[in-house]
């Protein structure tokens, strides 16, 4: 958590640095992040990461396209190095052990933007629906922010 006063997070009790969504496992695999650096402790999105003017990096957290260390047995992996490797095929054109450690490391990322009347706000994890189902509060908390606000009640 880094921006913890955001409208998303009233109600939650969420403080600088602490975590969303642990209980009901939120962030999973298959997670959106972009390039960014950190300035006075927050993240921002870098120049050339793409992201719409005015977005805010509100939480993120670490993710990995290879599960390391290699020793730990392939039956016991969540993760193999395919997607590493496709990933780095797509985006430096082969799929060299220089070119995965490259791509493999990255962040998902909980951001918001405003773009011209709209506004996003993206928890960019697969999982959120999960722990939706799993009844995590903070989840639950955030997911009503976000309904009320985008439904006509704040």
């Known amino acids: 958590m880094y921006r913890p006063e955001h409208w998303a997070f ?5 403080c600088y640095g602490d975590l969303l ?3 009901g496992h939120a962030f999973g ?3 959106d992040g972009l390039e960014y650096l950190i300035r006075d402790g927050l993240p921002e ?3 050339t990461s793409g992201a719409p ?3 805010e990096i509100l939480a993120l957290g670490m993710s990995s396209l290879k599960e390391e260390p290699l020793d730990v047995p392939l039956d016991d992996r969540f993760l193999s190095d395919d997607d590493a490797k496709y990933v780095a095929e797509i985006l430096r054109g082969d799929s060299s052990d220089a070119s995965v450690d490259r791509v493999k490391r990255g962040a998902g990322m909980i951001v918001n933007f405003s773009r011209g009347r709209g506004e996003v706000f993206h928890a960019g994890s697969c999982e959120w629906v999960a722990a939706l189902l799993r009844r995590d509060p903070m989840v639950e908390r ?9 439904l006509g009640g704040a």
């Open 21 to 23: 969504g642990a209980s």
């Open 142 to 150: 955030v997911t009503a922010n976000v309904l009320t606000r985008y």
């Open 29 to 31: 695999y298959e997670v």
């Open 53 to 55: 003017p005015g977005l």
């Open 10 to 14: 009233a109600g939650t009790g969420l």
């Open 45 to 47: 999105p870098t120049g």
